[in-house]
């Protein structure tokens, strides 16, 4: 078990709602990035916060967005939801310099 | 879009058998990094391998890389039933962001 957190742990939402997830980095960890895992398929990059900035996209409308804290938890926010949105929500952080990531169990998101 | 593609997509052995999954990737690389996900869970990150290196080892897992050919592939030997997981391989560009681009995946079932 890695000390990332997320939560909740499962959502269901329905097409056009808004929804909040939440991530809570690993201790010392300023780095947080967010993926999208459809089922069957390996993790697609979201975003990057780095020190409460956002500082890569990957390609994701902007109806995805997010937020970073002083105490480097994160947000991921999807406005106008989709059913093609249902997937594993991950969040995952890393220390300064370091390469591998730290990854949090995931949110399951339904859109029906 | 996924950055490369896990060969084979579906792997079963018995256990003691030795294991090995390929991964190929498109672009120029800085490292490859392999993850482990049980059942639709987070990712855990088993080993890193830089783009100067051509051969690691942890434990009962051996990472090699050839960058010639843009392949890696990974071998875990003496395998356990709880080795059964799904392993991606994931890369990080030369420039530019440190996101990670993961491929699809390969899903390796242990039989005990």
């Known amino acids: 078990e890695t000390g990332v957190t997320q939560s909740p742990t499962h959502l269901i939402k329905t097409r056009g709602q808004q929804v909040t997830l939440r991530c809570s980095s690993q201790s010392g960890h300023n780095t947080v990035s967010w993926y999208q895992q459809a089922l069957g398929q390996g993790p697609q990059f979201i975003f990057q916060y780095y020190r409460e900035e956002e500082n890569g996209r990957g390609n994701f409308p902007p109806r995805f967005s997010g937020l970073q804290f002083p105490n480097y938890s994160s947000e991921l926010n999807v406005n106008a939801l989709e059913l093609d949105d249902s997937a594993l929500y991950l969040c995952a952080s890393r220390g300064a310099g370091a390469y591998e990531q730290y990854f949090g169990p995931g949110t399951r998101l339904t859109v029906t | 879009s996924q950055q490369g593609e896990e060969d084979p997509q579906a792997l079963s052995i018995q256990e003691g058998e030795n294991a090995t999954m390929n991964c190929s990737y498109k672009?120029?690389?800085?490292?490859l990094q392999w993850y482990r996900q049980n059942s639709g869970r987070g990712l855990v990150h088993l080993i890193l391998i830089r783009s100067n290196e051509r051969e690691k080892h942890s434990g009962r897992l051996r990472v090699t890389l050839d960058t010639s050919k843009k392949s890696s592939s990974l071998l875990i030997t003496a395998s356990r039933a709880a080795d059964t997981a799904s392993y991606f391989c994931?890369?990080?560009?030369?420039?530019?962001?440190?996101?990670?681009?993961f491929g699809s995946g390969t899903r390796l079932q242990v039989q005990p």
């Open positions: 994931a890369t990080r560009g030369d420039t530019g962001r440190r996101a990670l681009t």
């Open positions: 672009t120029s690389i800085n490292n």
